[in-house]
């Protein structure tokens, strides 16, 4: 299994979403690293808007990272690396259903909390907003 098995189920779509969520950055970080070029990226990119199965782009984009120094490679980016699952954040109540805004395509885990006049971020891969849910 190598690398896939580090990459299968829940890695494979929080890498994903740390893509999508942070795309611009990655896009730096790629540029002044030792390649100095975005290809990595964009194939991730190109495999996903295909509903290919990303994981080898997202293994290739994760070490190339890590190759030009950052050692968390694409989970330094993710947004909830770390995070205890199955608490309910603060101010989020169990007693009501919550809005929460998740990938389109349901292909990765990114999220977002509505915010007061903020308008609704889109997914990068695809271009559409992100979806709208109840919790």
């Known amino acids: 299994m190598g690398d896939e098995g580090e990459l299968a189920g829940p890695g494979r779509a929080e890498r994903l979403a740390a893509v999508c969520a942070h795309l611009e950055e990655i896009r730096e970080d790629l540029r002044s690293g030792p390649g100095?070029?975005?290809?990595?990226v964009e194939d991730v990119l190109s495999v996903a808007r295909d509903g290919g199965d990303v994981v080898a782009a997202l293994t290739v984009l994760h070490a190339i990272l890590q190759a030009g120094g950052d050692p968390q490679g694409l989970d330094g980016y993710t947004d909830h690396a770390g995070a205890t699952r199955g608490l309910r954040p603060?101010?989020?109540s169990s007693a009501r259903a919550e809005l929460v805004y998740l990938c389109p395509a349901g292909?990765?885990?990114?999220?977002w909390w509505p915010q007061a006049a903020a308008p609704v971020p889109h997914c990068t891969i695809i271009g559409s907003t992100l979806r709208r849910e109840r919790l």
């Not at 292909?107 to 999220?111: E, K, N, V």
Request: charged residues 30%; contains cysteine; hydrophobic residues 25%.
């Open 107 to 111: 292909r990765c885990a990114r999220y």
């Open 36 to 40: 100095g070029d975005e290809g990595p």
């Open 90 to 92: 603060a101010g989020i």
